[in-house]
């Protein structure tokens, strides 16, 4: 029944450690999300993936990359992690915005990083 | 300016208060609004989209000031389970990014 889910749920690793989220939509949406949440809470989306292709990469060292092997899945990989690394990591998917007048994001259950 | 401010409270209320919260956008071009709604520790959901001619859905009233560029969320009858956070999106016309505020704390008390 769940509609997008991401694993691992909490992930705590050591500084210069590589690691991978996986997200995972069965809603049949074409366009997923990657948004990292800070202890301030601020919401930030870092990349988008529309039918498998890359549209939006926001300012993000390129020790993040993304993968999405076909639409219902787009997976995080970090590399060399840090310490301001830390921070809840939220998957999403949606229809196609371009293609819908308004259109609702549904969100994973989240993945908190913690790097010490 | 930041492109989606909100005052991010925490606004205190007692059961069956009514509330209500603001957010504005600085970007004209701006042409979808939605309120989502965030429990602690876990991920945003949509509460209601925001329309032109204002729009309700129970308690919860949502209006749109394109003059202004804000968005309101009027919460009636507050109920303990209201108590989370609101986060005001922004979406320019044919862009993919959504722009989120820092959102609005929210605690009913008893």
């Known amino acids: 029944d769940t509609a997008v889910s991401q694993t691992p749920k909490y992930l705590v690793t050591q500084m210069g450690n590589d690691k991978s989220i996986k997200c995972e939509q069965n809603?049949?949406?074409?366009?997923m999300y990657w948004y990292k949440q800070d202890s301030k809470k601020f919401l930030k989306i870092m990349f988008s993936?529309?039918?498998?292709?890359?549209?939006i990469n926001e300012t993000v060292p390129n020790r993040f990359s993304p993968k999405s092997p076909d639409k219902a899945h787009l997976n995080l990989h970090i590399n060399s992690l840090e310490l301001g690394d830390s921070a809840v990591y939220f998957c999403?998917?949606?229809?196609?915005?371009?293609?819908?007048?308004?259109?609702?994001?549904?969100f994973g259950p989240g993945t908190r990083l913690t790097v010490t | 300016r930041k492109e989606v401010e909100q005052d991010p409270g925490p606004f205190n209320v007692p059961e069956g208060a009514t509330v209500a919260f603001n957010c504005t956008y600085s970007?004209?071009?701006?042409?979808?609004f939605f309120w989502y709604r965030q429990d602690c520790r876990k991920e945003p959901k949509l509460l209601m989209s925001?329309?032109?001619s204002g729009n309700e859905d129970g308690r919860f009233t949502a209006q749109l000031n394109r003059a202004s560029q804000y968005i309101s969320l009027l919460i009636r009858d507050s109920k303990l389970s209201d108590s989370a956070t609101y986060l005001c999106?922004?979406?320019?016309?044919?862009?993919?990014?959504?722009?989120f505020g820092r959102g609005t704390s929210l605690i009913v008390h008893p």
């Open positions: 970007n004209s071009a701006s042409q979808s």
């Open positions: 999106v922004v979406k320019r016309g044919g862009s993919y990014i959504p722009t």
């Open positions: 993936y529309n039918n498998k292709e890359l549209i």
């Open positions: 925001v329309y032109s």
């Open positions: 809603l049949g949406h074409d366009t």
């Open positions: 999403a998917s949606s229809h196609s915005s371009a293609s819908l007048p308004a259109y609702e994001q549904y």
